[in-house]
Structures are given as structure tokens and as C-alpha cells.
T-cell receptor
Framework: EDKVVQSPLSLVVHEGDTVTLNCSYE??????LLWYKQEKKAPTFLFML????IEKKSGRLSSILDKKELSSILNITATQTGDSAIYLC???????????FGQGTRLTINP | GAVVSQHPSRVICKSGTSVKIECRSL??????MFWYRQFPKQSLMLMAT?????????EQGVEKDKFLINHASLTLSTLTVTSAHPEDSSFYIC????????????FGDGTRLSIL
């Protein structure tokens, strides 16, 4: 059965701290690894990773995929209260185009 | 770009009512759309994959006759919860992806369904 596991499930830090969120996957016919940010409504897209070892960056956020370890990390530097959200990791399945979601990491940034 | 609109955002209705939720891709064509359900403090659970012009593919355990999906055009998919009961109360989210080989899914804002 396809599975995506995120850790930690919950994280509370102070504004300005750097955080690293982890995602490991066991997905048959793996195609891509995606990160989403979910606040009050539906998830917003952050990154899609298909190649191992190539870092993707967007402002203070960055992510990298390790296909050997079947894992990915999402880094957020100089965190702000607006970064508080649930961060979801998903494995994309080739062909079926489906996503298998992890349980999410609830990140809270305190001022 | 890649805007997905979902409507309505909130529905409150009586048990036994059927409820239709619309999902539209506003600025791209989506041959494939997806319907998810999310319980409080849980992750997204895929219910079905909706393909334009053909029958939806349902995940194991999802009742086809309960959750009717129609994908009539490249920009619109609908989910109808038939004869809804309180246990159907949940947050329903749709997503859509474009037609290129490797593309992310983009999500609508979700519909919070409450059945009294």
C-alpha cells in the first residue's frame, strides 16, 4: 500500500527560527513529490520535485528530494507568524496521476 | 495562473437532501480533476478521479451511488452527495491539473458540508 509519512506531526517555534520538515514515502510507480501549505481553506501549491538532489527555492522556503532515501525535506528560514499552517507532503503516482498525502505537519510560529 | 474555483464554500442542509458541489478550472483546461474529503485534523483522502468525458474512477470504499461525479467539460467537474446524512458532513475539496505530463494539482477552496 502506498504510504507517505511526515514528521514531526506538530512543531512550535519562535519567529525568526529555521525549521525543517520531513517527508518519507513508499509509493509504487513514484513520479514526483509535492509540498503544499494549508491554512484555513484548501492547500496551496509550494513545490513539485522530480529529480533527486536539486534544491528548489521560493523566498525563504526551499525543498529537496532524495530518491535514494525515499525522502524529502522542506526548509523555512527566518520564520514569520504567517508561516503558521499545516504543511502537506504528497507522493505523485505515475500514470494514475494520483497523489498520496501524508498526515501533515502543523507548524506554529509564535511571535 | 492555475486557479481552481469551488462552489459553494459552505452548505448546511437537512438529512436526505442531495447537494451538488462544482469545481471549475478558471484559466486552464483540466482533463483530470480529483475529489478529496478531509476530516478534522486529518489529511486529504482521495475519493475519486474525474476524467473529462468518461466515468470517474472511485477509490476503494467510496460509494459510487452516494457520491456522483460528472466531468462534462474540460473546465468543470461536479460532485453530488445524494441523500446526504450527518455522517457525510465533512470538508470536500477538489483539485485539477493541466494536461502536460508532470504537473501539480491545484486545489479549490473547499466546501464545508454540514448535514443536520
Amino acid at each position: 500500500e502506498d504510504k507517505v509519512v511526515q514528521s514531526p506531526l506538530s512543531l512550535v517555534v519562535h519567529e525568526g527560527d529555521t525549521v525543517t520538515l520531513n517527508c518519507s514515502y513508499e509509493v509504487t510507480n513514484f513520479r514526483s513529490l509535492l509540498w503544499y501549505k494549508q491554512e484555513k481553506k484548501a492547500p496551496t501549491f509550494l513545490f513539485m520535485l522530480t529529480s533527486s538532489g536539486i534544491e528548489k527555492k521560493s523566498g525563504r522556503l526551499s525543498s529537496i528530494l532524495d530518491k535514494k532515501e525515499l525522502s524529502s525535506i522542506l526548509n523555512i528560514t527566518a520564520t514569520q507568524t504567517g508561516d503558521s499552517a499545516i504543511y502537506l507532503c504528497a507522493g505523485g503516482i505515475q500514470g494514475a496521476q494520483k497523489l498520496v498525502f501524508g498526515q501533515g505537519t502543523r507548524l506554529t510560529i509564535n511571535p | 495562473g492555475a486557479v481552481v474555483s469551488q462552489h459553494p464554500s459552505r452548505v448546511i442542509c437537512k438529512s436526505g437532501t442531495s447537494v451538488k458541489i462544482e469545481c471549475r478550472s478558471l484559466d486552464f483546461q483540466a482533463t483530470t480533476m480529483f475529489w478529496y474529503r478531509q476530516f478534522p485534523k486529518q489529511s486529504l483522502m482521495l475519493m475519486a478521479t474525474s476524467n473529462e468525458g468518461s466515468k470517474a474512477t472511485y477509490e476503494q470504499g467510496v460509494e459510487k451511488d452516494k457520491f456522483l461525479i460528472n466531468h462534462a467539460s474540460l473546465t468543470l467537474s461536479t460532485l453530488t452527495v445524494t441523500s446526504a446524512h450527518p455522517e457525510d458532513s465533512s470538508f470536500y475539496i477538489c483539485s485539477a491539473r493541466g494536461n502536460r505530463a508532470v504537473q501539480p494539482q491545484h486545489f479549490g477552496d473547499g466546501t464545508r458540508l454540514s448535514i443536520l
